[in-house]
């Protein structure tokens, strides 16, 4: 029983106390195989249920596939998971942000289950969301096995997450930098290492089961000036579809809440649009690894206008199926706008400048990728490595950077948040490590409270409230009635300066009549920047504390700019 | 500041009953009330190592435009102060985080199971949760109000019975009620249970403050439960063992609260004792 | 190896205890579990502080600082030790001095000198002639070295000096202030003229009156002040 205990408190071990680097690690590589086995799951499971429905594709009835699909997932959410819609990505930043990566164990499958059952029947999401969702979720709930405390949990989130994404795209480095890079935003030693471990053991796993292979690979591409310079306009026509998914996936939010129907019916509607969609332009269905990998080859058929067209359908049946509640991430279809965006581009140049000899389209198409990835998640660093590593194409690196950046730039002008931020941003929810507003939710009242005041009563005069001033260190006397306690003002000794040398006023004033009785109180549980916020506006330095009618001390900046600095240096700099 | 009771207020008949419970609670032990009216039919409450979800069955939803009315009355009635919960942030739109700061919390011996089963039946999944992470005791109360006049603790010499019975204390002298103890004695002496309490400090409170120790030594649990007064507060500790070892042994909790109609203060394993 | 509690971490840290609490839990202070109770190593928490370059003081350092602040000599107990001396020589402020400093045996004839002369650089300044014939000579800042607790030695002048006191009149008793450090100084002052002020003292005092008498009239005054400072007399 009690080594029992022990092997679940490894923070406890006597290695482990000094330096828990190792136990991170080890506990990294855990976490990092088995959120690869979960995102292999998926992998496998929807290329089965692709292969289950293809017979059925050609029926005249075929369009019902994504509605009963994406049905059955949201009612799956709602009644067996009991988990609300969305992909997730924002909730495990969330937990990261304020609750050091707690999740449920819940969440591990649900979206799994709830993804597969959108994309196989042909729903237009990516498995990547679920995929890091359920990989954060196992990391969290393998740490709460192991009783790690906050720092180390975030730690170990992030590794479910890398892990996650390192094996659905066999591509580690973008696992990691995608982590840290838009999960975690905090760049230190201690987190890079585990990360980079479970990156690579969830790689690994999956080319033990699924064998290496670069998921889009392509012919050489020769890249000349011209194209570099071209790079310029397709970071723009990037940036555009961007702003355009972003903008399509909201409205198409706000638009489904308004239909007064359940959940469940509503994803039907938005499942069968995409099956009716899906007809005339096929590379619009499921997650469309397929087309990319045409597209990549030079081998995707159409002429400018189709492709131009197919660009804007995928961008309308992604927004059909997140928005009206089917379940999946946007990652997926990222990729297959990008690409076709590239083509489009491509086409287009190629008829207005014949002359010039371009490099193949698959080049443009690659490189549309990055530009949408980094302009979406706006996270210009997991655009470039996650292309780079799931086309093997190292040749393009110089224009792929250039695209990122400046499809991310343009991005950001637009939407100065991603998509994956922009609720939490809107609610004040990202609280990113060593940032002013991380510093001050962890901060609370209660750890600012100045108990040093002396309480006075309403009824003391004025000489003797003279001898308390000489006991106290401070210029704020909280009144409070002798018999309840309860607080009936606050006595500042910058208001009452005048009286305190004119000894006729000595005995003929009392406390009552010198207090401001309606002061600006804080209650303990306000949030700081709140307390922050009001202080300011009314330019004051500090105000009294009060709760259920009842002085509890006095909050000032100075206290508080004191532990600023110290809360700032403790989360900031790199612990041992 | 006066200890805060965290109750989630269920507009029905029978969520009177448990609201009536806590008031009862509230102003006997001199305790505030924090009322949660849901709007929706989960929440999580996130604690040190855990986040509990909690499910909550859509009969907590019923009538949402009376709820506050309904609860305010009754708190009003008892002449207790209270005030009403509002989320201040939410893991996702339909899932708010409710704080987990509180010094009680009152549930119904589940709160995701139909009402309709109305008979004691077992403790929930996720009550149990709370239990198992809560820094605060867990007011599991009877199905009907029923007012307690004394408080039973029942020690069984663990480190969780120890807080309980230090809790038993705290609330026998704010109340002023009678509180005895109750010990089923398993293969341990009268004297094994006496050195516990002397190493914790206690003999001296125990030999001032207590009414009754009762000690069994024979007959199983379930028969001795007869013995503990029919309107008492019953205080004890949960353990903090898995699914597993609940379901292969059986768990005393489960025993003690599928045999007592009392209003049970179960004291889980975080929980943080104040003196 | 020492070990630390919460309260004494949170108290050399200079935060609170829930601070540190939520630093356990999150993980940002490194820590010994055991059971339920937490312990920090000195040496550890030295390190860690230092690394995030924050102040780490024990606890016990800072409470010697406290101590000798905390409960200051009392004026009765300072005179006692001064002693009381009577007819001292001198028709000027500077004669008068320096037979009043001759005659504190308790310093050796060195300190004496230096003494001395810093009270004339002090009169120099203004005088320390607080009127009604009384003046507290005393140097400008605590001398290095002596005396270690605060003391006031209580000369009568054989005749009243002319001292440039406040209110011109002559001096007929001065209390040599000799204190370890400022605060004592200041508070012995504030004491001392607090007697000062009653008219009934000083009329007890041209009686020249004995240290038997005199620490008695003085602590009766003391009981006074303590009671409105709702401080309790230190037994």
Same mark, same amino acid.
């Given at each position: ?132 969702? %359920? ?406 330095? %500090? ?34 | ?24 609670? +509230? ?78 919390? +009152? ?169 | ?235």
């Amino acid at each position: 029983m009690k080594f029992a205990n022990l092997w679940r408190k490894p923070t406890r071990w006597a290695v482990f106390r000094i330096d828990d680097r190792p136990l991170l690690m080890g506990i990294g590589l855990i976490v990092g195989i088995c959120s690869g086995l979960a995102a292999l799951a998926l992998n496998r499971s929807l290329e089965a249920m692709f292969e289950w429905l293809h017979h059925y594709r050609h029926y005249w009835w075929a369009f019902i596939l994504p509605g009963a699909g994406a049905a059955l997932s949201s009612l799956f959410l709602d009644k067996v998971a009991k988990e609300g819609a969305g992909h997730g990505v924002p909730e495990v930043i969330y937990s990261v942000s304020r609750y050091g990566g707690l999740l449920r164990f819940r969440s591990a499958w649900s979206r799994l289950v709830s993804s597969c059952l959108t994309i196989g029947s042909g729903g237009s999401a990516g498995p990547e969301a679920p995929v890091v969702m %359920s990989g954060a979720a196992i990391g969290s709930n393998i740490a709460r096995y192991f009783s790690l405390n906050d720092r180390q949990r975030v730690v170990i989130v992030g590794c479910g997450a890398a892990g996650a994404i390192s094996s659905i795209f066999n591509a580690p480095i973008a696992g990691l930098v995608f982590t840290v890079e838009v999960v975690l935003g905090e760049w230190t030693a201690v987190n890079i290492v585990p990360i980079a471990i479970a990156a690579v053991a969830g790689t690994e796993v999956s080319r033990i089961l699924n064998g290496n292979q670069i998921a889009f690979s392509h012919p050489g591409f020769h890249i000349d000036l011209p194209d570099i310079a071209a790079c310029i306009g397709l970071a723009v026509v990037t940036a555009a579809a961007s702003v355009l998914l972003t903008r399509a996936l909201r409205s198409m939010h706000h638009i489904s809440a308004k239909v007064p129907a359940a959940p469940w019916a509503r994803a039907m509607i938005g499942g069968c649009a995409v099956g009716l969609i899906g007809f005339a332009l096929p590379v619009v269905m499921g997650e469309g690894y397929h087309s990319i990998r045409e597209i990549i080859t030079n081998s995707f058929e159409g002429g400018v206008a189709i492709v131009a067209v197919a660009t804007l359908a995928k961008v309308l049946a992604t927004s059909l199926t997140l928005g009206w509640g089917g379940s999946g991430g946007i990652f997926a279809p990222c990729l297959v706008v990008g690409s076709l965006a590239g083509l489009a581009y491509h086409r287009f140049l190629v008829l207005l400048m014949p002359s010039v000899d371009w490099v193949a389209e698959g080049c443009f198409a690659l490189l549309g990728m990055a530009g949408l990835v980094s302009g979406i998640l706006q996270a210009p660093l997991t655009g470039i490595f996650l292309i780079v590593e799931i086309t093997g194409g190292y040749g393009v690196i110089l224009p792929l950077i250039l695209v990122s950046a400046i499809s991310t730039t343009l991005c950001h002008y637009v939407e100065p948040a991603s998509f994956y931020l922009k609720d939490l941003v809107e609610r004040g929810h990202l609280l990113r490590p060593g940032t002013d507003a991380r510093v001050l939710s962890d901060l609370s009242v209660n750890e600012l409270l100045e108990t040093d005041c002396i309480t006075v009563s309403p009824n003391m005069s004025l000489r003797d409230f003279i001898d308390v001033i000489k006991r106290s260190h401070r210029n704020h006397f909280p009144v409070a009635d002798e018999e309840t306690g309860r607080f009936l003002g606050m006595i500042q000794l910058q208001d009452i300066r005048p009286y305190l040398f004119d000894p006729v006023m000595y005995d003929a004033v009392i406390l009552e009549q010198i207090m401001d009785p309606r002061p600006d109180v804080v209650h303990p549980n306000e949030d700081l920047s709140e307390v922050l916020r009001r202080m300011d506006a009314r330019r004051l330095f %500090s105000m009294p504390v009060v709760a259920d009618r009842k002085f509890l001390g006095m909050i000032s900046k100075a206290t508080l700019l004191d532990q600023y600095r110290k809360e700032l240096r403790v989360q900031t700099v790199v612990s041992g | 500041m006066e200890p805060k009771l965290f109750h989630i207020f269920r507009n029905t008949p029978l969520g009177r009953e448990t609201l009536l419970q806590s008031v009862y609670f +509230c102003k006997t032990v001199g305790a505030d009330m924090e009322i949660y009216l849901p709007e929706h039919t989960k929440f999580l409450m996130y604690f040190e190592n855990d986040v509990v979800q909690i499910d909550l069955d859509p009969s907590y939803l019923t009538a949402p435009e009376t709820a506050r009315d309904h609860a305010g009355a009754l708190a009003e009635a008892g002449k207790i102060r209270y005030d009403f919960l509002a989320p201040k942030h939410f893991t996702a739109s339909t899932l708010p985080d409710i704080p987990t700061h509180f010094d009680f919390m +009152c549930c119904p011996r589940s709160i995701s199971d139909l009402s309709s089963k109305i008979g004691l039946g077992y403790i929930g999944p996720r009550v149990r949760r709370i239990v198992q992470s809560a820094r605060f005791p867990v007011l599991l109360t009877s199905s009907v109000f029923k007012p307690w006049k004394s408080i039973a603790v029942f020690f069984g010499g663990s480190t969780n019975a120890v807080k309980s019975l230090k809790l038993g204390f705290r609330l026998a002298r704010i109340t002023g009620m009678p509180l005895k103890i109750y010990t089923q004695m398993e293969n341990y002496s009268r004297a094994d249970y006496e050195k516990v309490i002397a190493d914790h400090g206690l003999e001296k409170a125990v030999a001032d403050e207590v009414a009754e120790w009762r000690l069994f030594g024979t007959g199983d649990l379930e028969a001795n439960l007869y013995e503990v007064d029919h309107d008492a507060l019953v205080i004890l500790g949960a353990f903090g063992h898995g699914v597993v070892r609940d379901v292969l042994f059986g768990s005393k909790m489960e025993k003690i609260q599928s045999a007592m109609p009392n209003n049970l203060l179960i004291v889980g394993p975080k929980y943080a004792a104040i003196h | 190896m020492m070990k630390l509690e919460i309260d004494e971490v949170a108290l050399s840290l200079d935060v609170s205890r829930t601070t540190v609490e939520r630093w356990i839990r999150q993980g940002r202070i490194p820590i010994r579990r055991k059971g339920e109770t937490c312990r920090f190593d000195q040496t550890v928490m030295d390190r860690w502080a230092q690394s995030h370059s924050l102040i780490f003081s024990p606890p016990d350092d800072r409470r010697d600082d406290d101590e000798r602040d905390a409960d200051p000599e009392t004026l009765t107990a300072a005179i006692s030790a001064g002693g009381v001396f009577f007819d001292c020589e001198g028709d000027a402020a500077p004669a008068a001095l320096r037979s009043a400093v001759d005659r504190l045996d308790f310093l050796p004839a060195p300190d004496r000198e230096i003494l001395y002369e810093k009270l004339l650089e002090r009169e120099s300044l203004a005088s320390t002639g607080v009127g009604r014939g009384v003046a507290i000579p005393h140097p400008r800042a605590p001398l290095p070295g002596f005396p270690e607790s605060p003391v006031i030695a209580t000369c009568f002048l054989k005749k009243p000096v002319h001292f440039k006191a406040v209110d011109d009149r002559p001096v007929f008793v001065m209390f040599v202030l000799l204190s370890p450090s400022v605060k004592q100084h200041l508070h012995l002052l504030s004491r001392l003229s607090y007697c000062l002020r009653d008219a009934d003292f000083v009329d007890f005092l041209k009686t020249r009156p004995g240290a038997p008498d005199l620490l008695e009239k003085v602590s009766g005054f003391e009981r006074r002040l303590d009671a409105a400072d709702g401080r309790p007399r230190p037994a």
